[in-house]
């Protein structure tokens, strides 16, 4: 499996948890990771991402709670998860985004490569 999350779980209202998305067969240098999550009954929806060149990408609904980075040296991307909301409860998915372009906008249909998922769950 050529990347794997982790992390996930059970957390309260206003706690914080963090992802690791490990990844192989490639490298940071030249790719685009993000991290997607779909709830129940709803449709998939970008969360972050991280760009070649470390430029970043997040969904209105997250900024200033979620944040993401990566090790290049561990071969991860992590989504650190602050001030969680119940609404934030989903499987979250990390994705390996197709082509190597600096500018890869943080939409489904422009990875190829995803995860198993890992599930969130924040109690009210």
């Known amino acids: 499996v050529p990347l794997a999350e982790f992390g996930g779980g059970l957390v309260q209202a206003g706690g914080s948890l963090r992802l690791p998305c490990a990844f192989s067969?490639?490298?940071?240098?030249?790719?685009?990771i993000g991290w997607f999550r779909q709830a129940p009954g709803k449709e998939r929806e970008g969360v972050s991402c991280?760009?070649?060149?470390?430029?970043?990408v997040y969904a209105d609904s997250v900024k200033g709670r979620l944040t993401i980075s990566r090790d290049n040296a561990k071969n991860t991307v992590y989504l650190q998860m602050d001030s969680l909301k119940s609404w934030d409860t989903a499987v979250y998915y990390c994705a390996r985004g197709r082509g190597s372009s600096y500018y890869l906008a943080c939409s489904g249909s422009n990875f190829g490569s995803w995860g198993q998922g890992t599930q969130v769950t924040v109690s009210s």
């Open positions: 067969g490639f490298t940071l240098d030249y790719n685009t």
């Open positions: 991280i760009r070649r060149g470390g430029g970043t």
